[in-house]
């Protein structure tokens, strides 16, 4: 059974910091990751889609990476701003490409 | 140009009442998704369809019923509303065939239906 894991469950930075998200799952077998933010009380916002033959993916100061035989993926965050605090979410997607497994997320809170 | 759209937004009932919840998505995906983010903003697959068709179905209880009208609609009937449905229900979708497109199977969501049962 796949279990996505989301470490640390909150972290607070000061502004301009470069930060690291980490997303750990039990089973390589894997379609893709994918990273969303969300913020209170609205939905989720795609952030990046690495697919299982991926290693990595850019996105402005974001970057992700994928190490499917460690089962981890990596969210980088270059300089971090206010605007950046959320709730970071990580979703494994298996079986036939049909079913997501979440993480718990990291809810980042990034101080001015 | 909403994505993907739910209605409503906002939902407050008794228990015992029957409700739906409306999805559209205007992405031209073939696969929507429900989701359930609960108290502890756990978010928890529901349904799967693909093209029409009924592909997961999480061992939700059978008072939950999907509807998928066409693929740009994914419709969410509960019945006999119990306290413990209060929750926030997402609709989703993706495109599960690649054509060469890097961004298949990303998934996209919609803003989220607030369901309060009282």
């Keep these: ?5 989301q470490i640390p469950a909150a972290l607070s930075v000061p502004e301009g910091e ?3 998200l980490n997303c750990s799952f039990t089973d390589s077998a894997i379609y893709n990751l994918q990273w969303f933010r969300q913020d209170p009380g609205k939905g989720l916002t795609s952030l990046l889609l690495i697919q299982s033959s ?3 993916q850019t996105s402005g100061r974001l970057n992700a990476s994928l190490d499917k035989s460690s089962g981890r993926s990596t969210l980088y965050i270059a300089a971090s701003q206010p605007g950046d605090s959320a709730t970071y979410l990580c979703a494994v997607k298996i079986t036939g490409g049909f ?3 979440f993480g718990a997320g990291t809810r980042l809170f990034v101080k001015a | 140009d909403t994505a993907v759209s739910q209605t409503p ?3 407050v009932t008794q228990m015992g009442n029957d409700k739906s919840i409306k999805c559209e998505q205007n ?21 799967s369809y693909n093209n029409k068709e009924l592909i997961i179905n999480e061992t939700v209880p059978n008072r939950f019923s999907p509807k998928s009208p066409d693929k740009a609609h994914l419709n969410l009937h509960i019945n006999s509303l119990e306290l413990g449905d209060s929750a926030v229900y997402f609709c989703a979708s993706s495109s599960a065939t690649s054509g060469g ?3 298949y199977n990303e998934q996209f969501f919609g803003p989220g239906t607030r369901l309060t049962v009282l």
């Design chain 1, 54 to 56: 991926q290693r990595e």
């Design chain 1, 18 to 20: 470069n930060l690291v």
């Design chain 1, 99 to 101: 079913k997501t497994i």
């Design chain 1, 1 to 5: 059974k796949q279990e996505v894991t």
């Design chain 2, 101 to 103: 497109h890097p961004s």
């Design chain 2, 27 to 47: 992405l031209g995906h073939d696969t929507m998704y429900w989701y359930k983010q609960d108290s502890k903003k756990f978010l928890k697959i529901m349904f």
């Design chain 2, 9 to 11: 937004k906002y939902l």
